[in-house]
């Protein structure tokens, strides 16, 4: 319709009509939101409206707390903070499918933990390997191949591989407020990032079409590179070697390494992701600082301050002391997957 | 002028008028370029041509090598390619002024190699020094402090310390082409870092207003960095340790580690783009690789394969063998600096 069609229309209307149009054009100006809703599935609240009003100042450029766009990053942690981690890590059972899968050609693990724990599912044998167990697994397989077949493998084992619990691809148990709340950013001017304890390369692969998040704005951990010539082609091999850890006090030096500025908006879960938050909230200018707190037995997990993985705790301490938000998952999140 | 003043008007010109335009108008759309010229200072020739052919195919979508923009990944060295490197690496005379600047706290430099040599202006001594010395310099300058006040101590310096043949600051000697190719190239969706043996903390406090290019998107050499709490609030401590070298063989693991997707084009001037070269080139699709050749004494420098400094050898050999575009300084650029 033309706008001079409309005003024809407008002019033909009865006086009723009018008044009831004025009235519902002044609340939407005066709800000083655009519609449709950015964030569906936040039940309104306190949370939701922390996340608008932030949102809000620091895109207005008449607003004291302006922020232009160049300096408008946003970090998210991504276990426990975009998708589950319960009943472990993902990668934890990425790592376990591939020493199954691997298990034909290493004879030998039938009776070397703590391949043996894993071949036979038991768990207690494989809690006693402890850290130095977990770190011979992660390098058995994760490294020892160049960075192209590793995403491959990656991307297969997330295209056939199933949660537990839910019976569903992993990347479907993301949670679908976080991906309305990472939309909106983008929408807003924000550059999103990931900054994850779990390995760069294995969230990668997916992270783009996931979360929309593309590779060159994912920030987690490594292993040692090496460039070497196979056939007159360089390949990077992946070495057995830790590179960089992205998690406690990794993440501000990983958010200066990758990225090079302080975010002004940072989202954790756990201790993990304490001083990511800390190192948000201690910048000048506007900040905002979310955990997302697990409360939810039914339709998720609840688990914080005892809990082995995702522990929340001190984190926890400290949002209540500085008046962080805390994302209450069943009082605040209307939905919890896209499924 | 509106469109049907515009017709009224060509209606009102005489025959001849309006045969002119006609062929004024066919040529613009044959020659198939948009005015104004996007690289105003590269003479016309194949080096040119062979720039904006790329740059063309990548971006027409009715092309067998149409490459989607988040594909679009350029990746530059900086010192030979973007700035010059002569007679030394500029970081390096940031580092002497640094040790001149720390000396009247270290009076015990008077005595002690290699900073007495450069307190001295002694370069024989210097060279003595060797590469421990260098590593030693650099340590003394670049670690030490939070990476707040190395920012503020990089910054400082760009802003006084002056070129000695040039005699203007540092940050004007960048190559006026190579700042328009920047430009077209990110005009036509392409995302532009540096990927650089210099310290990434030394070239992101400048990178994003000479250069276009922010932050995050500036790849370099790097020492480790460590979580301190300072007056309770938390800072990043530069380590005196190398974490990264982004050079040679570093450079593509350089890439992955923190762009992680390969380059369709990259840009270099030394062996030490060699490899980033060869790893941009050894991707599926179209693929541009650009080497600078320094071959004007008198607007600039010439050197290559006996140069210490950005020695242009192998890379050389390697891009008369494939076909890499080579730019000849003295015959391509018509202008070197934008002053």
């Known amino acids: 319709m033309s706008n001079r069609n409309f005003q024809i229309r407008l002019g033909r209307m009865n006086t009723s009509l009018r008044i009831g149009l004025f009235l519902l054009v002044s609340i939407v100006i005066s709800a000083g939101v655009a519609f449709p809703d950015p964030l569906p599935s936040w039940n309104e609240g306190q949370t ?20 232009p766009p160049e300096l408008r990053i946003a970090t998210f942690d991504n276990d426990g903070t975009l998708w589950c981690e319960q009943p472990m890590y993902f990668q934890g059972f990425f790592a376990f499918d591939r020493v199954k899968a691997l298990a034909p050609q290493h004879p030998e693990w039938k009776e070397k933990q703590p391949f043996k724990a894993i071949l036979e599912n038991d768990m207690k044998a494989l809690a006693a390997a402890g850290e130095k167990g977990m770190a011979e697994i992660i390098m058995t397989t994760h490294a020892g191949m160049t960075t192209g077949e590793f995403e491959k493998i990656a991307k297969n ?23 309305e709340l990472l939309g909106y950013l983008r929408k807003n001017g924000f550059k999103t990032y990931i900054v994850s304890g779990g390995g760069v390369e294995f969230m990668r692969p997916w992270a783009e079409k996931v979360y929309g998040i593309p590779p060159e704005q994912v920030v987690g951990s490594s292993v040692k590179l090496k460039l070497e010539m196979r056939d007159g082609k360089p390949v990077l091999m992946r070495l057995p070697e830790i590179d960089f850890i992205d998690d406690g006090p990794g993440k501000p030096v990983g958010i200066q390494k990758f990225i090079g500025r302080r975010p002004i908006a940072a989202f954790g879960n756990s201790d993990g992701d304490h001083q990511m938050l800390q190192w948000t909230a201690a910048g000048e200018g506007p900040r905002f600082t979310l955990l997302v707190h697990h409360t939810d037995t039914e339709r998720e997990w609840a688990y914080d ?35």
């Open 48 to 67: 939701k409206q922390s996340i608008i009003k932030f949102v809000q100042a620091v895109t207005d450029k008449s607003s004291p707390n302006y922020v």
């Open 157 to 179: 084992w997330l295209a056939t591989a199933k949660h537990p619990r839910f019976e569903r691809p992993f990347t479907d148990l993301v949670y679908q407020p976080m991906l």
């Open 305 to 339: 301050r005892q809990s082995s993985i995702g522990r929340l705790d001190k984190a926890l301490d400290e949002a209540q002391n500085r008046g962080w938000t805390v994302v209450d998952m069943k009082k605040d999140w209307k939905k919890i997957f896209p499924f």
